[in-house]
């Protein structure tokens, strides 16, 4: 048997993902959660909105919590 453990996040934490954003900057803020994710680049101010598990596969660590 294979235990999951899922990644622990709340709304306004900053994450680190594992891609660079085309501006440079590799952080995210947290913006909306539920089925889907929100997430606002920290360089640009870009919205881009993740499926929960695309978002948790993607996101290497929590970078400051709110």
Do not use: Y
Not at 4 to 20: C, I, N
Not at 39 to 57: D, H, N, P, Q, Y
Request: a positive charge; hydrophobic letters at 40%; aromatic letters at 6%.
């Amino acid at each position: 048997m294979i235990v999951v453990e899922r990644k622990v996040f709340q709304l306004g934490d900053v994450v680190k993902m594992k891609k660079q954003h085309p501006c440079g900057s590799f952080t995210w803020e947290v913006v909306r959660m539920g089925a889907d994710i929100k997430i606002k680049c920290t360089g640009c101010g870009r919205l881009v909105m993740l499926a929960r598990s695309e978002f948790e596969r993607k996101m290497v660590r929590v970078v400051s919590e709110n």
